[in-house]
């Protein structure tokens, strides 16, 4: 009982600091929110291991509230792609094998590969400037580690050549394999929190590139794009261990 009273509390403060007000259609939509929040945070965080299965009943249990909310907080997360809903079965964390990560990770490779050696006769001063400008925040978000953030530079970063190689559908694939992989990332990166800003091998990669990209070398460039991101692959590390059960994180 206790335990349940100091989990209202929480869901109480949230909502005061998000400036909500009660209502009967406003309370649903911010318990859903609530309940996203926290399950994408247990994600992001690396708390709930990939495979675990999100049961209703248990969320339900310890916050005292009706199915609907999580159902609609659920249905978020699995439009972000950080969950699978099976049919009949349930909802589960993303959980993909070996086989489909290298799958597609090699795939981004051939891809970008090719962007960039198709973006550089389009690249120019400002584009490089902007470039370095991103490897700069990349280095700040090592030092505070905040891999959340680093994730949106670094997309930002890769973003920032795919985008002028001309090609919308190269563009548009690229991309969405590249958000693919931020999701293996976030499960499975590990060098990222045992590195700094200097000793960073994917910062100092990024530098390369660049350096490629103003000696206008197009089958450099795309061969450093191509290994950097082989680097990327290499760093997961799929046997992580620590993770806390589902009703812990409520």
């Given at each position: ?22 209502g ?43 199915r ?7 249905r ?42 198709l ?19 990349e280095?700040?978000?090592?030092q ?25 559908f ?81």
């Open positions: 009982m206790f335990n349940k009273i100091v989990q209202l509390k929480c869901l109480s403060e949230w909502m005061q600091q998000k400036g909500i007000v009660n009967m259609s406003k309370s649903k939509e911010t318990i859903e929110m609530f309940i996203y929040h926290k399950l994408r945070d247990s994600i992001l965080k690396r708390q709930l291991a990939p495979g675990n299965q999100l049961v209703e009943n248990v969320i339900a249990d310890k916050l005292n509230v009706g609907t909310p999580i159902r609609g907080a659920i978020k997360l699995a439009e972000e792609g950080l969950v699978n809903i099976i049919p009949n079965r349930g909802a589960f964390v993303i959980q993909p094998t070996k086989d489909e990560i290298v799958q597609a990770y090699e795939l981004r490779m051939e891809l970008e590969q090719l962007a960039a050696r973006s550089v006769p389009f690249m120019e001063e400002p584009d490089y400037a902007e470039m370095e400008r991103l490897c700069d925040e280095g700040q978000t090592i505070n580690s905040d891999f959340r953030a680093y994730l949106q530079i670094n997309k930002a970063f890769h973003m920032s050549y795919i985008r002028k190689c001309a090609n919308l190269l563009i548009d694939f690229a991309e969405r394999l590249m958000d693919q992989t931020n999701i293996y990332l976030i499960l499975y990166e590990t060098v990222f929190f045992h590195t700094s800003a200097q000793t960073a091998p994917g910062a100092a990669e990024h530098r390369e590139i660049i350096r490629a990209f103003r000696a206008k070398n197009a089958e450099l460039a795309g061969m450093m794009v191509r290994s950097h991101i082989a680097n990327a692959m290499n760093t997961l590390q799929i046997d992580n261990v620590q993770f806390a059960s589902l009703g812990d994180i409520f």
